[in-house]
């Protein structure tokens, strides 16, 4: 494969309590950079997801009761191996995702800083002591590990989004099952070659790549040895998933999808703001959750903020990721272009109009040149559905109240930005804003150190940060009782 040194990072089965699961019924990962076929690699189904299953059940005991440090050396191994191998890691997924290489190593880095931070913040798992209402009791309020824990993840982050989860499960002293997309198996499989060598023990991770999206989805919502689903991917699934996980009562996160709003008011720097809507809309070619969605500016700066903003976007350069100087991937299929293109067009004949861009792209059918649509009001399709490609739609308001209510006029409730300096604005609109995440004159808000998660139909539950262990701990409270003389 194009370029990778260790060339045992390229695996094509999936990873069961330690054995790479071989197959002959085997599915193709295409580059969406040129529709070549990267690999071919053995699917997997309801029977090797059940056996993941019960291998991560079966490993939880032992890795339970390791010691929050004996977990912690373990991770920190496999953090360093992510990082001595993000060329490899990085060029594999671009290979399958499409992101420039820049970012996807990146993405590694980025995934990989969460594997170091849950390593350390396992270690502050802190109880409590709470006064009891009779003298010969005690309460004692303990944290454990929830359990076996699962996942589903998606195409964007073929990395990051499992590592994100792996890493605060594995921290709290969970085993994980996880199930990446097909479209992206092999960063993921790449993520289990390298726990082996850190000494991971087997059962802790496992990854099972298919195609079955039903049937192994049923297995990680509904067996009864999983005692956490976690999701990030669309509302509409997360909604299938959370009825499912029901039947069973789990413990669940979902980070689902948004409709961010980036609002730009008359006091704001213009040129800070021009920078954060360009990295907040097109990175991963406008393929986030967290990507701007919908850009507010304030009537009087309306046209300076877009000319500036029209200029940025035209140095934008779009082509194979592993290409030179290229910032814009692909997008990740010719259907997904075709849907954006479908917005824009729905958009156009509402009354919209495109400043930028909008045609088919000569460089390949998943290629989509940014596109910017001026006149756009909050009613019209590319303000109401998340657009998921590189697209910016730009709305004007008048007064604060109106753009907050424009804002806040939306199922989702994920991530938003605004830039403005006053600072009493800053925060009447960073607590009036009804989302989970809220960057303030700042276009990237997402680390390891920082809470991520959404509000209203944007999910529930948070990643990173030290609200991130909370997921995967059970709270027990032990009455001692009997303790008088
Ligand atoms: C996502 O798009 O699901 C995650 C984005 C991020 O972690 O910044």
């Known amino acids: 494969m194009q370029g990778i040194k260790d060339s045992q990072l390229i695996k094509l089965a999936s990873y069961i309590d330690g054995n790479w699961f071989q197959s002959d019924n085997r599915f193709a990962v295409i580059n969406p950079a040129n529709q070549q076929v990267v690999a071919e690699v053995a699917d997997a189904g309801i029977e090797e997801t059940q056996a993941a299953v019960v291998a991560a059940k079966k490993a939880l005991p032992a890795w339970s009761k390791k010691s929050a440090n004996e977990r912690a050396a373990l991770m920190r191994k496999w953090f360093n191996l992510m990082m001595e191998h993000q060329d490899d890691l990085g060029r594999l997924l671009t290979l399958e995702q499409g992101k420039p290489l820049a970012e996807a190593k990146g993405e590694i880095a980025y995934g990989a800083a969460f594997i170091d931070w849950f390593a350390e913040e396992g270690k502050r798992v802190y109880g409590d002591t709470i006064p009891a ?22 195409w964007n982050f073929p990395n990051a989004m499992i590592a994100r989860k792996a890493a605060a499960a594995l921290a709290a002293g969970c085993t994980f099952v996880a199930r990446p997309s097909p479209l992206t198996p092999l960063s993921a499989l790449a993520m289990a070659e390298l726990a082996e060598r850190a000494g991971i023990p087997a059962g802790v991770f496992n990854i099972v790549v298919g195609e079955d999206a039903v049937g ?33 009562v789990k413990k669940v996160s979902m980070e689902l999808g948004g409709n961010a709003p980036f609002i730009v008011f ?24 967290v990507c701007t969605n919908r850009i507010f500016v304030q009537r009087n700066v309306a046209e300076a ?22 910032t814009v991937g692909p997008m990740i299929s010719k259907t997904a272009v075709d849907n954006v293109l479908k917005l824009v067009d729905d958009t156009v004949s509402s009354g919209g109009t495109i400043i930028s861009g909008g045609q088919r792209s000569a460089l390949g059918e998943s290629f989509l040149a940014p596109v910017i649509v001026t006149g756009v009001t909050n009613e019209m399709p590319l303000a109401r559905n998340e657009i998921f490609g590189p697209v910016t739609p730009i709305i004007t308001f008048d007064s604060e109240d109106e753009v907050i209510a424009m804002a806040n006029d ?66 027990k409270y032990l009455c001692l009782g009997g303790l008088d003389k």
């Open 266 to 289: 008359d006091d704001a720097d213009i040129d800070a703001a021009v920078q954060g809507a360009l990295i907040s809309k097109y990175r991963n070619a406008g393929q986030t959750c």
């Open 410 to 475: 939306t199922e989702y409730g994920l991530a938003a930005y605004f830039y403005a300096r006053d600072i009493g604005r800053i925060f009447r609109v960073g607590e009036g804003l009804e989302f989970g995440m809220v960057g303030v004159n700042e276009g990237i808000i997402s680390n390891a150190a920082a809470p991520f998660g959404g509000v209203k139909q944007s999910g529930n539950g948070r990643e990173g940060s030290k609200y991130g262990l909370d997921d995967y701990l059970e709270i």
């Open 305 to 326: 903020f877009t000319q500036k903003f029209a200029a940025a976007v035209a140095n934008l350069n779009v082509g194979d990721g592993l290409g030179d100087g290229v």
């Open 216 to 248: 192994m989805g049923k297995v990680l919502t509904q067996h009864p040895d999983v005692a956490k689903f976690t999701f990030t991917g669309s509302t509409a699934v997360g909604k299938i998933l959370l009825a499912q996980c029901a039947t069973s």
């Open 133 to 154: 209402p009779a003298n010969d009791k005690r309460i004692l309020v303990i944290k454990q590990p929830v359990g076996v824990v699962a996942s589903i993840t998606p």
